[in-house]
């Protein structure tokens, strides 16, 4: 009896990219904001993602939600050894802007929107405060593009 290998079915864009990135080292660096992780360990956190966004294809992305719309913040190595980051950000009032940063004002953005506090973080300007968490993750560099290109 011939048992060939068969045909499996095609697979959409983003189950292959959350296939493909699944046993990845800086798949596992997502948060919500906010979280129970101490100082100490948010820094460990931000580091760690300095590294990958250094070695890897890929970048970081923040997105919050208020009462406007979703806010996106993405962040994503410009040269090699880690010293310079573009940082884009999306808001659906103004678009897109983007502008260079170093690593170091990119290392205390970081610490400090993953340290925010529960007040800080859901409740916003207005009456109605938005209950969803912010969120933060590592992804590969053509999500994030894929993303850009979407707005």
Request: proline content about 3%; glycine content about 4%.
């Amino acid at each position: 009896m011939y048992q060939g290998r068969q045909q499996q079915p095609a697979r959409s864009t983003e189950t292959q990219i959350t296939n493909d990135t699944r046993g990845s080292p800086w798949s596992d660096l997502r948060l919500t904001i906010p979280n129970t992780r101490s100082g100490e360990s948010i820094v460990s956190f931000v580091e760690c993602t300095l590294v990958e966004l250094t070695h890897e294809d890929v970048g970081a992305e923040y997105v919050s939600s208020n009462v406007w719309g979703v806010k996106r913040t993405q962040f994503m190595a410009v040269d090699d050894v880690g010293e310079t980051f573009q940082k884009r950000h999306y808001d659906e009032r103004l678009g897109w802007h983007e502008q260079t940063i170093s690593r170091q004002v990119l290392r205390e953005e970081l610490v400090n929107r993953l340290s925010r506090s529960p007040s800080f973080a859901t409740k916003r300007s207005h009456d109605a405060p938005v209950d969803e968490s912010d969120t933060f993750a590592v992804k590969a560099r053509h999500q994030l593009q894929c993303e850009m290109r979407r707005r």
